[in-house]
Each structure stands twice: as structure tokens, then as C-alpha cells.
């Protein structure tokens, strides 16, 4: 495998179950994003680690919870969710998350909350 | 006022055309700016990154910044059907992890 790997690609859940999603980077990196992204509206990035501590968590709510065990991995529980969390997750990547960092993204999780 | 501003198109041209992609913005502090493309089914790759003001080449590919006007261009010279595909404009400030995202233009380059 190379580069940013998520699964599952595809994922439909009901408001009551829990589940979480998975980003493995195959790319040496130090830093480690989720970002969610809505039919006709911009990426929003949602949390940060750097060095496996979280740097920034953008105002999400609690129903999502992430996981950094190691650079490698990233990892986001979820629970209760609502049907407007309905979107593609997006697992990036970059070095050391430097001004001229490059963050490299993953392919997505397609999430559908009934 | 959203702090970048994309037309999401959709933008359809003949193949061998020279497109023109463009954002706006609103924050001054910005002074990364980046072009990613993302195909359906995929995440977004980047194609261009600058640093403030000015232009630059990659193949067909050409970025410009122009920050007096607030405005950043991609040019993609000699178009192919390949590069049919949401093109999404990203920006930074000098701080932060937040790259500042466009809501992306389609492409549609048709032979």
C-alpha cells in the first residue's frame, strides 16, 4: 500500500449505532488531518495531530471523536451521529504540518447517516 | 462574506482548450496558496503550490497570485479529456494547520 489508505471506502449507519472510521499514511509523515466534505461546500477541516497530539480540533461536535495512536494511524469514532453528518471524510497527511507543508489526502470515507 | 470564493461551474470546453480557474478571497493574511484536483471517487491531489505573489509553470499547468486584487489562477494549457475534474483553490495563512478551501469548479473537457 502507498500513500493515504482509508476504509471503509463506503459506510451507512443508523443515528443510534457506533462506528469508526480508519486512515493508515504509508508516507513516513508527522502529521495527520480529518476533513469533512458536503455536497457544495468547501473542505472543512475538523481536527489536527502533530507528533500524535491533537493541535486543533475546529469546533466539532463531540458525536465525533478522533484517535492518533501513532503517526500512522488516524482513526475517527463515531456515535449518535445526525443525518446532516452525511458527507466524504477525507483523511490528509503531510510532514510536520510547516507553513509549506504539502498534505496529501486519502480517498475517503463515504459516510450516509439514515 | 466566505473568505474564498469559487465558481463551482460547471465548466465545460473542447479538448486542446486553454481553461482559466479562478478564486477570490477576502482574508489578507494569506500567503500560501495551492490548486488540488479531485476526480469523482477520489481524494483531492495537489497540483500547484505558491508562496505570496507571482506565477508558476509545471507543464501545462500554470498558476498565478495576485494578492493586491486578492485573486489566485490556474491556467491548464492544451486541455485533455483527463483533466475533466473538480479543481479546488486552497489557501493558508502564516499560521495555523487550516488550509481554506473554495467549493472547487468542475471541469468538463470534451474531445
Known amino acids: 500500500e502507498t500513500g493515504v489508505t482509508q476504509t471503509p471506502r463506503h459506510l451507512v449507519m443508523g443515528m443510534t449505532n457506533k462506528k469508526s472510521l480508519k486512515c493508515e499514511q504509508h508516507?513516513?509523515?508527522?502529521?495527520m488531518y480529518w476533513y469533512k466534505q458536503s455536497a457544495k461546500k468547501p473542505l472543512e477541516l475538523m481536527f489536527v495531530y502533530n507528533f500524535k497530539e491533537q493541535t486543533e480540533n475546529n469546533s466539532v461536535p463531540s458525536r465525533f471523536s478522533p484517535e492518533c495512536p501513532n503517526s500512522s494511524h488516524l482513526f475517527l469514532h463515531l456515535h449518535t451521529l445526525q443525518p446532516e453528518d452525511s458527507a466524504l471524510y477525507l483523511c490528509?497527511?503531510?510532514?510536520?504540518?510547516?507553513?509549506?507543508?504539502?498534505?496529501?489526502f486519502g480517498p475517503g470515507t463515504r459516510l450516509t447517516v439514515l | 462574506q466566505k473568505e474564498v470564493e469559487q465558481d463551482p461551474g460547471p465548466l465545460s470546453v473542447p479538448e486542446g482548450a486553454i481553461v482559466s480557474l479562478n478564486c477570490t478571497y477576502s482574508?489578507?493574511?494569506?500567503?500560501?496558496f495551492m490548486w488540488y484536483r479531485q476526480y469523482s471517487r477520489k481524494g483531492p491531489e495537489l497540483l500547484m503550490y505558491t508562496y505570496s505573489s507571482g506565477n508558476k509553470e509545471d507543464g501545462r499547468f500554470t498558476a498565478q497570485v495576485d494578492k493586491s486584487s486578492k485573486y489566485i489562477s490556474l491556467f491548464i494549457r492544451d486541455s485533455q479529456p483527463s483533466d475533466s475534474a473538480t479543481y479546488l483553490c486552497?489557501?493558508?495563512?502564516?499560521?495555523?494547520?487550516?488550509?481554506?478551501f473554495g467549493k472547487g469548479t468542475s471541469l468538463l473537457v470534451t474531445p
Open positions: 490528509a497527511s503531510s510532514q510536520d504540518g510547516s507553513l509549506s507543508d504539502t498534505q496529501y
Open positions: 486552497a489557501m493558508r495563512e502564516n499560521s495555523g494547520y487550516a488550509l481554506n
Open positions: 508516507l513516513g509523515h508527522n502529521a
Open positions: 482574508n489578507s493574511a494569506f500567503q500560501y
